[in-house]
Nanobody
Framework: QVQLVESGGGLVQAGGSLRLSCAAS????????MGWYRQAPGKQRELVAD???????NYADSVKGRFTISRDNAKNTVHLQMNSLKPEDTAVYYC??????????????WGQGTQVTVSS
């Protein structure tokens, strides 16, 4: 099985920065896309950013210019650098990884979520 462990969440004032990390471990043959999603209370989970195995990135319009996603394939990790944080960024952030343990079927794996709270 594949496990994802997230870290880096916390409480920060508006305008501050946080860096989220997500490390994948377990039985992994390959990892394809990696990404970050977030969900605020009473709202739908939304894509924040993702990155392909080739390094192509995609960002939600609301975070463009403020957030940066990156990955370290050697360590099976993905990071989300969040700058100029706003109160509306407050949410639980989830890491998602598309991975295969066999080299055949690929499944989506989710991290446990980490709380990001931005105070005004």
């Amino acid at each position: 099985q594949v496990q994802l462990v997230e870290s880096g969440g916390g409480l920060v004032q508006a305008g501050g920065s946080l860096r989220l990390s997500c490390a994948a471990s377990g039985s992994i043959f390959s990892i394809n896309a990696m990404g970050w999603y977030r969900q605020a209370p009473g709202k739908q989970r939304e894509l924040v950013a993702d990155i392909t195995s080739g390094g192509n990135t995609n960002y939600a319009d609301s975070v463009k210019g403020r957030f940066t996603i990156s990955r370290d394939n050697a360590k099976n990790t993905v990071h989300l650098q969040m700058n100029s944080l706003k109160p509306e960024d407050t949410a639980v952030y989830y890491c998602k990884v598309g991975a295969s343990a066999t080299g055949w079927a690929e499944y989506d794996y989710w991290g446990q979520g980490t709380q990001v709270t931005v105070s005004s």
